[in-house]
């Protein structure tokens, strides 16, 4: 009997944002879970490295909202970069030691996904989404 692959946990949104404050153009990795929370919305608590040509993600757990105001909603997390450019290796990793590698293409005006792994753990998508 073969085992099933559980469904992946996590969405990744990979995309640049215009942030009206700092006047700069980000590339943002939004990270949001698959499952739905009722009470609160969620933080995912991220840490994250960019050496040579590799940018490392770490999926450290979830973080209760300073605010204790309900909302419904996937739990988020994000980074963002600038001055991204080229061939990378993106290693998203959980805290079990679980990881997926995808190679990302990233250039000045998109990101394109060259490589996925047969079953990821995250949901990868060059998509642009609506964030707070």
């Known amino acids: 009997m073969t085992k099933k692959k559980p469904d992946p946990e996590y969405r990744l949104n990979i995309f640049y944002h215009y942030d009206e404050q700092t006047k700069d153009r980000k590339l943002v990795f939004l990270f949001r879970t698959t ?3 009722v009470s609160f ?3 995912i608590l991220l840490d994250d ?3 040579d040509r590799t940018i490392r993600i770490n999926i450290a757990g979830l973080n209760t909202p300073t605010s204790l105001m309900p909302g419904t909603g996937p739990a988020q997390g994000r980074k963002e970069y600038t001055m991204l450019e080229g061939t990378y290796l993106l290693v998203v990793r959980k805290l079990d030691g679980t990881r ?9 005006d998109r ?3 060259l490589d996925t792994p047969r079953n990821p753990l995250v949901l990868i998508s060059a998509e642009p989404v609506m964030f707070s």
Not at 100 to 108: G, Q, S
């Open 35 to 37: 499952q739905e929370f």
């Open 41 to 43: 919305n969620y933080e």
């Open 49 to 51: 490295n960019v050496e």
């Open 100 to 108: 997926t590698d995808f190679r990302l293409e990233i250039t000045a």
């Open 111 to 113: 990101v394109r996904i």
